[in-house]
Structures are given as C-alpha cells and as structure tokens.
C-alpha cells in the first residue's frame, strides 16, 4: 500500500517512519505523514514539540537521522535546500535588508534564470496580490511587521513552488492583523492551490484555517484530522487537553451499545458517551465534556422533566466574559466542572446565582471516552 | 539601573586625578608635536611663530625624495598587506563562525588571535631567523608577507563580531530561493557581511601602514616604509619637518580609524549586526 501511496499524485508530501536526534536528544520520532496535493496542512503543537525541526527537514536545512522523505512520490532526501521546488516563510521572514522589496521577491527567479522580463511581471503580479505597489523600492528595515510578512509570502511564492512551508508567520503580528492575515493567507492558498505547510502553537489559528492539522507533542504525532474531528474527536487526552477547554473527569465504561458507550464518572453519574473503537466494559479513562457542550438549569425549573438531566451540583463562581459566562459547577464526590452559557437575552441567566442548585444537561454527543 | 549607579566608578576617590593624569601623559606630547610642526623656528622647543614652511621642507626639502619613496612603499605594501589578509580572515570567519562545531575549533581560535598578543619584537625575530632559514630574500617582498600574517588577527575580529551577528536564515533563505552555496555567499552573506569587511581591511590597512618593529628588522637593505624612514631620520638629530610628517601620519591614521569605526558600528542594516 505504502509505495502506492508515495507515488500518488495527490500526495505532495510523504513522510514514513522519520526520526530527528540531535546527539543524545530525540527531537522527533516515528513521524509519518501524508499532506496531499493542494492542502492548508497544519503542524499544531506546544513549543519546543518538533514542529520547526519538521518543517527543516522538509526544506532540506537539516538531514532525517532515519525514514524517507517524499515529495509528489519522488524520493527527496538527498536533495540539497536549493534543488527542491519548496520554499519557505521563515518566522523571522530573514527578508534580505540590503535588497528592495522587488529585488527580494526577484531572488528566487533571478536564481532560477528567469529572464528579466518574466522576472519583472511575475514581480509585478507578487507585489499587486500582496498589495504592497507602493512598497517596491522600499528597504525591508523601512516597512511595518505586517508589510515584511507580506514580502516575506510574496518572495515564497514567487518562485511558484510546490510546497510553501510556513513557520509561525503570524506570530509577530498584533493581534488584529493577526486575525486579518488569517483570512488574506488561506484566500491565497485557496487561489493559488498552492499546498500549505503551516506552522503554529496557536490553536485557534490552526482551527480556522486548516484543511487538515496534525497535534504534535513531544516529537510524536497525537492526532490527524479535519479541525473538527481534532476539537469533537480528540484521540487521546493531550489533544482533548491542548485543543479549546475541556473538562477532563475520570471515568469507567459500564456498557457498550452500538457506537457509544454508557460511562460512570466519578460522581457516581452514568452519562452517554462517543467512544474510540474497541473498548470493553471495565476500562478506565477519561470523559471529556466541552464547557460549551452542555445547558445548565436551575434545578428548581427543570420539575418533571428530569429524563434529561445528567449531573447535579452548585453554582460554585460566575466569570463574566462579554458573549459568555462561564459557571464554575461542584459536582458530588468533591468533583469541579465548567459550563458555557452565552448571554442570549437579557434574562438567559435567570435562576444561576452562585450558591444556586443545577441542573446539567448534555449536548449529543458532548462527553467523549479517551483512555489516555 | 540603580546597582548600576551604586557600582558607579565615578564615585571612586581620585577617580578624577588619575583621569586626568593619563590623558596628559598620553596626549601632551602628541599635542607638542603637532603644534610645533607649525613653528617657524629650527628649533623644536622654542616658538617662533606660525608658519607652514616644514609641511612644503616634507614635500620639496632634500629629504622629500625619501619620504616619497617610503610614503609609496608604505602605501602599496599596507594595500597589499589589508586586502590579502582581509580575504584569509573572511574565509577564517566563515569557517569559525559558520563551520559549526568541529575537532579544534577553541585551537584555530587560540591560534587566530595569538598574534596580537605575542610581543611584536618576538615576531620581528621569529620572522627574521625564519626567512633567513628558508632563504627569503629581505626586501619589499618579505615585508609584504610579514604583514599579510601579523594583520590577519585584527583583520578578522571586526569580520568575526560581524558574521556572529548576522542570523543563519539569511544563507538558509537564500538557498531556499535556489540559490547555490557560492550564490548564497556572493549575493547575501557578503553584501551583509561587508561593513564588518570594510571596517576589519581598513584596521589591518592602518596596523600594516603603521608598524616599525617587524618592518625593521625585515626589511633588508635599500627599502624604506614611513615609519623606518622617520626613524632613521630622527637619528640625526630631530628637525622639524619630521614633527611635519609625524602629524600628517597622525591624522592620516585618526581618518582611517575612525572611518573603520564608524562603518563597523552603523554601516549595513541588517538591524541585529551590532556585537
Ligand atoms: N540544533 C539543535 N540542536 C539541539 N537540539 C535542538 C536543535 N534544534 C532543536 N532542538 C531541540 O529539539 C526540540 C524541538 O525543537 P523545535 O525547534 O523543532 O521546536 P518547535 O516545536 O519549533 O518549538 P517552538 O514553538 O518553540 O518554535 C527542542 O527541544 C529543541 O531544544
Ligand atoms: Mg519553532
């Protein structure tokens, strides 16, 4: 199956059984990895967990201490930085301060040979999707963080490669152009069909922009997926952890039932909850129950209706947040749960005062089993 | 800042005395010199008025022909003694600071720098008996090669300070754009590299241009430099004009410095060169 895989076209790039050690350190280990053709990938992970270590093995600015390394089914370990169609944008952009803003973008396709007059409209495209016209003839040290970043993209893509590697881009950007820039990049993603390799440990950014993201930590890959099968389908507790808030209750599966499974939590409590594949009554874990992913009512409202009704306690502390609150609960057996509830309307939050008893009721598919 | 201010070393006792002591010793007898080279009298202690006759004895007098022949010499072995060895120490700093870690890196290191603290007068004789040895002819040629190795130091400091402080994503980026290693040193490293450049040859020029120990005792019979030439001079007696020479030497060398200075600190703008 694998050398199928390698192979395939849709594959831009392949990575089998990498490892990276640097003397006795093991910075990444076990790597594999399939960022099809066209993709916005991203590598979300704390810091120091291996993600830059990955993206410069993919450029080629440090070797693979073992595994094999392909791009669109070609074998490209051996390849010198320069000799593969990947470009990069570095966290510090590394733009050239003695060269104009052209003159950067012009690197990589005076380095190909490019003759001049290409060399001039492809420029000229570059710097008007970029949208610094203006800037041309301006020095690097003569733009703001944000105009550098958008030179920094423009003398990647340039070159129209392959594989754009992306690390930390938008670190150093304040947060509103932070939030600006996430939508200028995927745009240019999406027009250009460029595949993206991203780098963040910024996991909001991850979610919004990525086709598919892989959480790494401690030089493993916890988990692949779609933003939305990493966040409501954690494959295991760091990424349940990492990945939003959540509350993480102990727990022990007391049936299994086609696709989900009845748990008991430490409370006592027996909830309804999604499972991984193939586990057995008796094991033991982890729920993790989103804050967002469950309603609270006062107990005194819910009457007849308590079929609904999953765990009990009291309003423990109220943090107000703008379009939300957030409601500290104590549950039985000294356990401490957080709840979201948006401030709807005035009046949503009827009845919920701090030493008030309530009641809890799950969202489908809100608590999630995960053995470690 | 506070235990700055406390270690403060103005607040010392006769901080001020001792200041103002080693200033005099050090610049009194230059300041002499250079004011006296404007005296109108052969006499080098007593003022005679101000006249400019000793700047035209230097370029006119009986002894211009010397000093012209000696000024040249000086001129064309420092050109040759800067560029030569600049280019040793840019490719010394490259495999220093770039070469990662290697087996007797602290060694080269050690080795690099050891000349400027060997006393000169010990290389003058190790370079004397070494030539004589390998039966190098003394003369404009060996002088020339003596200096090539005595400047490499000084030449590859302020080329070192530089590339430390130049980041490697400058190559790495370069390269990632297709560019060839050599492309990647021609079109980024050395531009970027090049105040810290200029600043180290323009330093190795001025140590070349003004040395006299090693040049003397090398530079066999017949070939002046500036320096020897004055010294051989002011051993018959010091007259005026050499009060003339020493001061254009004094400035020339204070325009180099400085210019070597002033490069090396704000030239470039790679923004994190400073070291
Ligand atoms: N050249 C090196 N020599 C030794 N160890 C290294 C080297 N480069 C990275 N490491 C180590 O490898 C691990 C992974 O580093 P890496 O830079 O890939 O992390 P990262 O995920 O990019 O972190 P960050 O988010 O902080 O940038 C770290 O523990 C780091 O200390
Ligand atoms: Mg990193």
Redesign the pocket.
């Known amino acids: 199956m694998n050398s199928q895989v390698r192979s395939s076209a849709s594959v831009a790039v392949g990575i089998e059984n990498v490892e990276k050690r640097y003397g006795d350190f093991t910075a990444l280990m076990q790597i594999n990895l399939q960022i099809n053709d066209n993709e916005f990938f991203t590598l979300l992970g704390p810091s120091g967990c291996g993600?830059?270590s990955l993206l410069r093995i993919i450029a080629g600015f440090e070797p693979t201490s073992a595994g094999l390394l392909f791009l669109y089914g070609e074998e490209i370990e051996n390849l010198p930085p320069d000799k593969r169609p990947i470009n990069t944008v570095f966290?510090n952009y590394a733009l050239f301060p003695h060269m104009s803003v052209a003159d950067n973008i012009a690197f990589g396709l005076k380095m190909l040979g490019w003759s001049s007059s290409d060399i001039e409209a492809r420029v000229e495209q570059m710097v008007s999707l970029v949208r610094l016209q203006e800037f041309i003839h301006r020095r690097p040290a003569q733009l703001s963080g944000g105009q550098q970043q958008r030179v920094a993209l423009a003398r990647a893509m340039a070159p129209k490669p392959k594989v754009l590697l992306l690390?930390?881009p938008l670190s150093a950007l304040d947060l509103k152009l932070r939030q600006q820039m996430r939508a200028e990049l995927k745009q240019l993603q999406r027009d250009t069909g460029i595949t993206f390799v991203f780098?963040t440990h910024d996991q909001e950014e991850a979610l919004s922009m990525s086709d598919r993201i892989a959480v790494m930590s401690d030089g493993r890959i916890q988990q692949v997926g779609s933003p939305m099968q990493i966040y409501e389908q954690p494959a295991n507790r760091f990424v349940a952890d990492f990945i939003g808030d959540t509350n993480l209750l102990d727990a022990e599966i007391v049936e299994v039932a086609g696709g989900g499974a009845s748990v008991r939590l430490g409370t006592g409590d027996v909830i309804k909850s999604d499972t991984p594949e193939n586990v057995q009554i008796g094991d033991r874990g982890f729920v993790s129950l989103r804050p967002e992913s469950m309603r609270l009512r006062a107990a005194a409202d819910v009457g007849t209706d308590a079929g609904a009704v999953a765990l009990q306690g009291v309003i423990e502390d109220i943090v107000y947040l703008g379009t939300d609150r957030q409601y500290t609960i104590s549950l039985a057996s000294n356990l401490r749960i957080s709840v979201r509830e948006q401030n709807v309307a005035s009046g949503s939050a009827d009845g919920l005062h701090i030493g008030n008893d309530v009641c809890l009721q799950l969202a489908e598919r809100a608590a999630r089993f995960l053995v470690n | 800042m506070q235990s700055a201010k406390a270690f403060d070393v103005k607040h010392y006792p006769g901080f001020l005395g001792v200041t103002v002591l080693c200033l005099f010793i050090l610049y009194t007898p230059l300041i002499v010199v250079m004011v006296y080279s404007f005296n109108d009298s052969l006499s080098i202690t007593r003022w005679g008025g101000f006249s400019l006759r000793w700047y035209v004895e230097v370029f006119n007098g009986v002894e211009s022909a010397k000093f012209k022949s000696a000024a040249w010499n000086s001129l064309t072995i420092a050109l040759a003694a800067g560029i030569t060895s600049t280019m040793i120490a840019v490719a010394a700093a490259i495999g220093m600071v770039r070469g990662g870690q290697f087996a007797g890196k602290s060694v080269s290191f050690a080795l690099l720098s050891m000349p400027i603290m060997v006393p000169e007068i010990v290389t003058a004789v190790a370079t004397l008996v070494f030539f004589s040895a390998i039966g190098f002819t003394l003369g404009y040629g060996s002088i020339v090669v003596a200096h090539i190795v005595f400047c490499i130091p000084f030449a590859y400091l302020p080329i070192a300070a530089r590339l430390q402080g130049i980041e490697s994503s400058f190559e790495e980026a370069a390269q990632d754009l297709y560019a060839s290693r050599w492309q990647a040193f021609r079109h980024v490293l050395l531009p970027i590299m090049a105040p810290g450049i200029l600043s180290g040859f323009l330093l190795a020029f001025i140590i070349s241009l003004d040395d006299f120990i090693i040049t003397n005792f090398i530079k066999g019979a017949g070939v002046e430099t500036l320096p020897t030439a004055i010294f051989g001079a002011v051993r018959q007696g010091i007259k005026p004009n050499i009060m003339a020479l020493s001061t254009l030497m004094l400035l020339f060398s204070i325009a180099i410095v400085t210019a070597s200075y002033l490069i090396g600190r704000k030239g470039g703008g790679s923004g994190r060169g400073e070291e």
């Open positions: 993600k830059t966290q690390d930390e780098v």
